[in-house]
């Protein structure tokens, strides 16, 4: 029962943890601020009203 716990406990840890390292919704100022490799694919990060987003080129 507890290792069950325990895992769930990871699974929550490591998923959190990686919803907050995906998200590439973060503020900005210029494009420089909006990383091109948290985007997948042909997209690349741009500063939009202070927000980054990722964009086809």
């Known amino acids: 029962m507890a290792g069950i716990f325990n895992l ?3 699974m929550v840890l490591f998923l959190s943890l990686f919803i907050v390292l995906t998200n590439v919704h973060g503020k900005c100022n210029t494009d420089d601020n909006c990383p091109d490799y948290m985007c997948s ?3 690349v990060g741009k500063c939009i009203y202070n927000i980054c987003y990722c964009i086809n080129r």
């Open 8 to 10: 769930v406990c990871a």
């Open 41 to 43: 694919g042909p997209k």
